[in-house]
């Protein structure tokens, strides 16, 4: 099925320990991003990457890295897990044209926790 | 950065009844969107406005995007009990998507 594709849905971390968060697409966007959800606090973005190669800071990206070697992934990596990173972390793309429109497909979710 | 405030926070309500919330902020936006997040999921496009001013129907959902494009406003009429979720607006700048902190809406059979 065509979407956005994240793993794991869950994950627990200890406090130090690095890991890596997928995010595949198979609908050919240029446009991809990741955001992590508190509570009370809605979506707040973290990285983004409007194609291949191109990566940008979004408004939370202390603590986190991204790189975008294909159009199709998008993974995102915490070097040094922290109990203020636990969260639950969405992935988002959409075309370039809809960018600006802001109509994403999102993925469904990793819940990560950090203890 | 742009903060979004929506309201209200949470809403029990029964069936049948309409539902209002709203989002402003301190920060005009090109496009204000509106997405409903069902539990476990990633949040879902419901509506889309471009022009200050706008107003949109998706079946039981209307959306009004403000004239001074400083806020917004989503209805929903007879509510079912699958409209439960987290509903949250969203305010499209020049650079990146920012969000409001989500309205829980209860349905009551």
């Known amino acids: 099925n065509a979407g956005v594709t994240q793993t794991p849905k869950f994950q627990v971390l200890k406090t130090g320990q690095s890991m890596t968060l997928q995010c595949a697409q198979d609908m050919n966007h240029e446009y991809m991003s990741w955001y992590r959800q508190d509570p009370g606090m809605g979506l707040r973005l973290i990285h983004y990457?409007?194609?291949?190669?191109?990566?940008d800071q979004g408004e939370v990206p202390n603590g986190y890295n991204v790189s975008r070697s294909t159009t199709e992934d998008f993974p995102l990596r915490l070097l040094s897990a922290a109990p203020s990173q636990t969260s639950v972390y969405f992935c988002a793309s959409t075309t370039l044209g809809a960018y600006l429109k802001g109509g994403y497909t999102f993925g469904s979710g990793t819940r990560l926790t950090v203890v | 950065g742009q903060q979004l405030n929506q309201s209200p926070q949470s809403m029990f309500i029964q069936e049948g009844e309409d539902v209002s919330m709203n989002c402003t902020s301190s920060?005009?936006?090109?496009?204000w969107l509106w997405y409903k997040q069902d539990p476990g999921e990633g949040p879902v496009l419901l509506i889309a406005l471009y022009k200050a001013g706008e107003l949109t129907s998706n079946g039981r959902l209307t959306a009004q995007f403000g004239i001074t494009r400083k806020d917004s406003f989503l209805n929903i009429s007879a509510s079912i009990p699958s409209d439960v979720g987290i509903y949250f607006c969203a305010g499209q700048g020049n650079n990146d998507m920012r969000f409001g902190a989500g309205t829980r809406l209860t349905v009551k059979p």
């Open positions: 990457s409007v194609g291949a190669g191109i990566t």
């Open positions: 920060s005009i936006f090109n496009t």
